[in-house]
């Protein structure tokens, strides 16, 4: 196990009726002007824009509004954000939404103290850690299980000059608080909830596929998450407004991706930034390219650490296995996998997603671009591996 340091920065306000929470964060932090941030209107229809609305009004915040974040947000409406801030001495962010909107939120965060075009930092041109904090804080109101960026210090973008999804990450973008009220997520449609599901399970396996040794607590901790989730996500689906079952999958959806299970190893990623890449050209949800990206990930990699593949398969899907029979029972495991995907409505092909062959060999060199030619901790992916991952997706 390798040495850490962990902390969560972000209050994390958990449950019902989380109006008088919300209100006290933002007149203890004393408030002046806000960013009222969200997406394409589904706060409209369930509630969730009345009550910030009514929580600044009562306060006399001064709220200046930027919606239209898009899934899989936009650059240009990151600039957009900073301008608006700048010119208004916006001194807090309220991210309402989901990760697109919360990921938006942090880089016009980052931009508004950065001089120069936010996308260098997205691309490696500067560098975040140039930035001096505090940077404008960030609270958030969450609405989809899914992302993490609740309480993560990530930001995930899109620009689509060069069609081109990147991250930055520093502890500056950790939001400062979050409520998560599962009744929130009530209005989801089936298909969101089971790309959130995928999100969430994507960002325990990334930490599961480790080289390091002597981890077995945080092992059995992510076994025992993934577990739940497997459990409760189709539930999620049927039952859309039960309470217990939505609140389940929004507790484990923040704690997948809050560093606690990454204590002492290092996650691969590479299934991510393998994904970013559809996302980026074809526009398709994040969670729906990590079901197509996980298996064929699984079925080139797995020789690197046949053991661990055995344990996860063992302990998460039940594979039962005879020592002789690895690549049987890895096979089968990847068939649990991919049964779990289906089950949700999720597609595990590209050919699912109507993406053929064309551009997998552009997508694959893009992948590795700015990234000193191959990603992946777990197995370091040329781009000549990544290409031959995405044909075993076809
Ligand atoms: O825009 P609105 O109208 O709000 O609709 C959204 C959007 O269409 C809808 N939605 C959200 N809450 C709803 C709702 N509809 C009805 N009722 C509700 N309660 O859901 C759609 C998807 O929203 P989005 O914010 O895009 O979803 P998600 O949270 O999955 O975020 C995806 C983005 O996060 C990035 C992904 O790459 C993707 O761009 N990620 C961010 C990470 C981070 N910052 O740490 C890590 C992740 O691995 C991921 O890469
Ligand atoms: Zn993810």
């Given at each position: 196990?390798?040495?850490?340091?962990?902390?969560?920065?972000?209050?994390?306000?958990?449950?019902?009726?989380?109006?008088?929470?919300?209100?006290?964060?933002?007149?203890?932090?004393n408030?002046?002007?806000?960013?009222?941030?969200?997406?394409?209107?589904?706060?409209?229809?369930?509630?969730?824009?009345?009550?910030?609305?009514?929580?600044?009004?009562?306060l006399g915040?001064?709220?200046?509004?930027?919606?239209?974040?898009?899934?899989n947000?936009r650059?240009t409406?990151?600039?957009?954000?900073?301008e608006?801030?700048?010119?208004?001495?916006?001194d807090?962010?309220?991210?309402?939404?989901?990760?697109?909107?919360?990921?938006?939120?942090?880089g016009?965060?980052?931009?508004?103290a950065?001089?120069?075009?936010?996308?260098?930092?997205?691309?490696?041109?500067?560098?975040m850690?140039?930035?001096k904090?505090?940077?404008?804080?960030?609270?958030?109101?969450?609405?989809?299980?899914?992302?993490?960026?609740?309480?993560s210090?990530?930001?995930?973008?899109?620009?689509?000059e060069?069609?081109?999804?990147r991250?930055?990450?520093?502890?500056?973008l950790?939001?400062?608080?979050?409520?998560l009220?599962?009744?929130?997520t009530?209005?989801?449609?089936?298909y969101?909830?089971a790309?959130?599901?995928?999100?969430?399970?994507?960002h325990?396996f990334?930490?599961?596929?480790?080289?390091?040794?002597?981890?077995?607590?945080?092992?059995?901790?992510?076994?025992?998450?993934?577990r739940?989730?497997?459990?409760?996500?189709?539930?999620?689906?049927?039952?859309?407004t039960?309470?217990?079952?939505?609140?389940?999958?929004?507790?484990?959806?923040?704690i997948a991706?809050?560093?606690?299970?990454?204590?002492?190893?290092?996650?691969?990623?590479?299934?991510?930034?393998?994904?970013?890449?559809?996302?980026?050209?074809?526009?398709?949800?994040?969670?729906?390219?990590l079901?197509?990206?996980?298996?064929?990930?699984?079925?080139?990699?797995?020789?690197?650490?046949?053991?661990?593949?055995?344990?996860?398969?063992?302990?998460?899907?039940?594979?039962?296995?005879?020592?002789?029979?690895?690549?049987?029972?890895?096979n089968?495991?990847?068939?649990?996998?991919?049964?779990y995907?289906?089950?949700?409505?999720?597609?595990?092909?590209?050919?699912?997603?109507?993406?053929?062959?064309?551009?997998?060999?552009?997508?694959?060199?893009?992948c590795?671009?700015?990234?000193?030619?191959?990603?992946?901790?777990?197995k370091?992916?040329?781009?000549?591996?990544?290409y031959?991952i995405?044909?075993?997706?076809?």
């Amino acid at each position: 196990m390798q040495n850490f340091k962990f902390s969560v920065p972000t209050e994390l306000i958990f449950g019902r009726e989380p109006e008088a929470a919300f209100k006290e964060q933002l007149k203890k932090r004393n408030v002046k002007n806000v960013l009222f941030h969200y997406g394409g209107g589904s706060i409209k229809k369930n509630g969730v824009y009345d009550m910030v609305s009514e929580a600044l009004k009562d306060l006399g915040i001064n709220s200046f509004e930027l919606s239209g974040v898009q899934p899989n947000p936009r650059v240009t409406l990151v600039r957009e954000g900073i301008e608006l801030c700048r010119k208004n001495n916006v001194d807090f962010i309220l991210a309402i939404g989901g990760g697109s909107v919360i990921d938006s939120a942090k880089g016009i965060a980052a931009g508004i103290a950065y001089d120069g075009d936010v996308w260098d930092l997205y691309i490696g041109k500067s560098q975040m850690s140039d930035l001096k904090g505090p940077l404008t804080p960030i609270g958030t109101v969450l609405t989809i299980p899914a992302a993490g960026s609740e309480s993560s210090p990530s930001s995930v973008v899109s620009n689509d000059e060069g069609l081109m999804k990147r991250d930055i990450g520093s502890e500056l973008l950790i939001p400062v608080f979050s409520i998560l009220n599962p009744e929130y997520t009530f209005t989801l449609p089936a298909y969101q909830v089971a790309c959130g599901c995928s999100d969430i399970m994507a960002h325990m396996f990334e930490r599961y596929f480790t080289k390091e040794k002597h981890v077995d607590v945080t092992d059995r901790l992510l076994e025992a998450n993934i577990r739940s989730m497997l459990h409760f996500s189709k539930l999620a689906q049927d039952f859309q407004t039960d309470y217990d079952i939505k609140a389940e999958v929004m507790w484990a959806g923040t704690i997948a991706h809050n560093d606690m299970l990454s204590t002492g190893r290092v996650g691969d990623w590479a299934s991510h930034q393998i994904e970013h890449e559809l996302s980026a050209i074809y526009d398709i949800y994040h969670g729906e390219g990590l079901s197509i990206v996980f298996p064929a990930w699984m079925r080139y990699c797995w020789k690197e650490d046949p053991a661990r593949f055995l344990q996860f398969f063992r302990r998460v899907f039940d594979v039962d296995y005879a020592g002789d029979q690895a690549l049987h029972a890895i096979n089968e495991g990847i068939t649990r996998l991919e049964n779990y995907y289906t089950s949700l409505g999720l597609p595990i092909r590209l050919s699912q997603v109507k993406i053929g062959e064309d551009r997998l060999r552009e997508m694959a060199d893009k992948c590795v671009m700015h990234r000193g030619d191959a990603i992946g901790n777990f197995k370091h992916l040329t781009a000549d591996d990544i290409y031959n991952i995405y044909k075993l997706a076809l």
